[in-house]
């Protein structure tokens, strides 16, 4: 079977640094992506890992190390628009994805 | 990166209808698929639109409950047949062209009531 694991909450201030961490165990793996998804919102594109090693877009950072079946999320500065939900998902060549249950980030003043 | 239109954005219907959902994306695509979210919970797939062929469906997930077509590269539908109010969810199509980004775009959602 296919498996995904990431914690289900975290809070952080607004400014701070947050990593959310991300698990799996699945068959043909072929990457890993992060979405973001606000109450009420279509889950929104943020990264993607294909490759071990980190992937930078602005504020947002991902890592993946298939050796250890394991990513993380990095957000820094954080804001607080960046509270949501975030989702880790595994690809396999076909494209479709299996999400994680999701890490609700509340950002704090 | 494709843009993708859903209709419904939403809909309250009784026990036993059925209710069909489009999705339409802008640009031809390779893979179409369809999620639900279940109220505070994650995306579950449903299935793999194939153009011009039977969607292949995952585990716990039928044709006789889902029906789904593809007649193109840009358009899918669902429906979602003789509804209970488990069926009450956010129902999303997305798009997938692999690429040098490897992104799957989501629709905005429908999200069904049943009563």
Known sequence: ?109 | SAVISQKPSRDICQRGTSLTIQCQVDSQVTMMFWYRQQPGQSLTLIATANQGSEATYESGFVIDKFPISRPNLTFSTLTVSNMSPEDSSIYLCSAYDRGLTDTQYFGPGTRLTVL
């Open chain 1, 1 to 109: 079977g296919q498996s995904l694991e990431q914690p289900s909450e975290v809070t952080a201030v607004e400014g701070a640094i947050v990593q959310i961490n991300c698990t799996y165990q699945t068959s043909g793996f072929y990457g890993l992506s992060w979405y973001q998804q606000h109450d009420g919102g279509a889950p929104t594109f943020l990264s993607y890992n294909g490759l071990d090693g980190l992937e930078e877009t602005g504020r947002f950072s991902s890592f993946l190390s298939r050796s250890d079946s394991y990513g993380y999320l990095l957000l820094q500065e954080l804001q607080m628009k960046d509270s949501a939900s975030y989702f880790c998902a595994v690809s396999s060549n076909t494209g479709k994805l299996i999400f994680g249950q999701g890490t609700t980030l509340q950002v704090k003043p």
